[in-house]
């Protein structure tokens, strides 16, 4: 069960990558997902226990960790400097803004 496993993790591991490719945040959240989920399944039974959901998760943190850090670190040189994180657009997850009063 160990081989199917890393097989599934590979494959997801590649499918997330075409995910990114294509800006598709759908897809790219469930390939993490199931990228974390992989590597989380310790015993490989296809469930979680309470210590693999705590490892999933931390692995789910980190990947978007990642993914946050080389979105911000626009000119790929591997630090993001107060400038590009100022640059940033702010994503307010839904929200559009302040709304003007209405008069």
């Not at 309470?50 to 911000?72: C, D, M, T, V, W």
Request: net charge negative; glycine share 8%.
């Amino acid at each position: 069960m160990k081989s199917t496993t890393r097989w599934l993790a590979a494959a997801l591991m590649l499918a997330s990558t075409t995910a990114f490719a294509e800006g598709d945040w759908q897809a790219q959240r469930q390939a993490m997902q199931a990228q974390a989920f992989a590597q989380a399944d310790a015993d490989g039974n296809g469930a979680l226990s309470p210590q693999e959901f705590a490892n999933y998760y931390a692995i789910l943190q980190q990947q978007r960790g990642a993914h946050k850090f080389s979105r911000l670190d626009t000119n790929g040189d591997g630090q993001v400097t107060l400038a590009e994180l100022q640059a940033a657009p702010e994503h307010h997850h839904g929200c559009r803004g302040k709304q003007s009063p209405q008069e």
